[in-house]
């Protein structure tokens, strides 16, 4: 059969992933009526209905679930196909890494700088991933992993376990005298929603007395959680590694009390198999960046 154009397909795609014309026009540059028109025209190419008209907005039929999740793929494919060959065009090397946002925000992100200058050949894409994917499927060149060492078909090379300590802001600790670990069953908590327990836990390691309080602020990434701290929302219970910029800087406070260790490593994860030079580098360069400092 002849394929869409491309125009289309990423008019369906924008339009399947905010699930909205009109985000999708903006995102795209276009009318919310030109974005309606581009996917009418795909399904009369298709020959069936990608999204069904509810209301004012729209939902993607079973056969339009089934065709955007594939796009996205080939999509993610075709841009880092574009992307390697301009790269190499100019001489470099391109690279395709899929992060955990508060991984690539507060720990890979500040160092990479120093990577740029020692490797000024090579450039990266970062895209998040939550999950592990298939890599034959989802053609990244690397993965940041945060889990077990159970990624099927992936080599996983170790970076370091999580240490989980206990912050504040110097405003939240002087005034509820955070010096002593008793007063923290008075303080506000922050919680990160899929790690609700972690309070509890450390209560326990450290031998409290009671409960730590459940009515604080929740939010569902450490990155939100590490803002909500630095604001003085409440005391909050991280990675040692996320914040460790801001405890040097005296911006948050490292509270007395236990540290806690995670069974769970950070893994940098690739596909089996010989890996290019750029891969090599990248790799070689990461593990040297364990424990220093972002500068």
Known sequence: ?????????????????????????????????????????????LGFALFQRVGRGVVLTAAGASLAADLA?????????VQKAVAAG??????RIAVLPTFANR????????????????ELSLSTRLEPFDFARDPFDLAIHYGRDNWPGARMVELFGEQMVPIAAPELFASHDLASVNRLTDVPLVHLESRSDAWADWFLAADMRG????????????????????????????????????LDAGTLLQLPGPVLRSSKR??????????????RKFETWITRQLRQKPG
């Open 1 to 45: 059969m002849r394929l869409p154009s491309l125009t289309h397909l990423r008019c369906f795609d924008s339009a399947a992933r905010h699930q909205s014309f009109t985000a999708a026009g903006e995102e795209i540059g276009l009318t919310q009526s030109a974005v309606s028109k581009k996917v009418k025209e795909l399904e009369a190419d």
């Open 73 to 81: 793929q080939d999509l993610g494919a075709l841009r880092n196909s």
């Open 90 to 95: 100019a001489g470099r090397s391109a690279l």
């Open 107 to 122: 720990w890979l992100i500040p160092r990479l700088p120093d990577f740029f200058t020692r490797h000024p050949e090579i």
């Open 211 to 246: 409960q730590p309080r459940q009515d604080g602020r929740y939010f569902d990434q450490y990155s939100m959680v590490i803002g909500a701290a630095t604001a003085g929302l409440g005391a909050a219970i991280v990675p040692f590694d996320m914040v460790a910029a801001e």
């Open 266 to 279: 950070y893994y940098l994860t690739r596909p089996h198999g010989a890996a290019p030079e750029a891969v």
